[in-house]
């Protein structure tokens, strides 16, 4: 027996593609927003009772921003590279 193997073909498809490779990371401020929020609605809008949570939300909005992700190529890659992974097209007669 030899170690040569038929080489493996994938169904055909449209486009090789990963989907949502780029990912949001997380949101810091989201929560203190959202306790704003809860605030505001309990006690009517009013500003003397959530100073304290609101103080926290400026100190989280202007504080130092998270650096960028760099953006996942997968998908750049996958279409250079389809036309080695599906192999030649032929066409019908």
């Given at each position: ?28 401020c ?54 080695q ?5 032929y066409?019908?007669?």
């Amino acid at each position: 027996m030899t170690g040569h193997q038929k080489p493996i073909r994938l169904p055909p498809l449209r486009v090789l593609r990963v989907r949502n490779p780029n990912q949001e990371g997380p949101r810091p401020c989201l929560s203190v927003m959202s306790s704003v929020l809860a605030c505001w609605a309990s006690a009517g809008y009013n500003t003397a009772g959530c100073a304290q949570v609101e103080t926290a939300l400026r100190n989280c909005m202007d504080g130092p921003q998270p650096p960028k992700a760099k953006r996942n190529e997968i998908n750049y890659h996958l279409s250079r590279m389809y036309k080695q992974v599906v192999g030649p097209k032929y066409k019908k007669k």
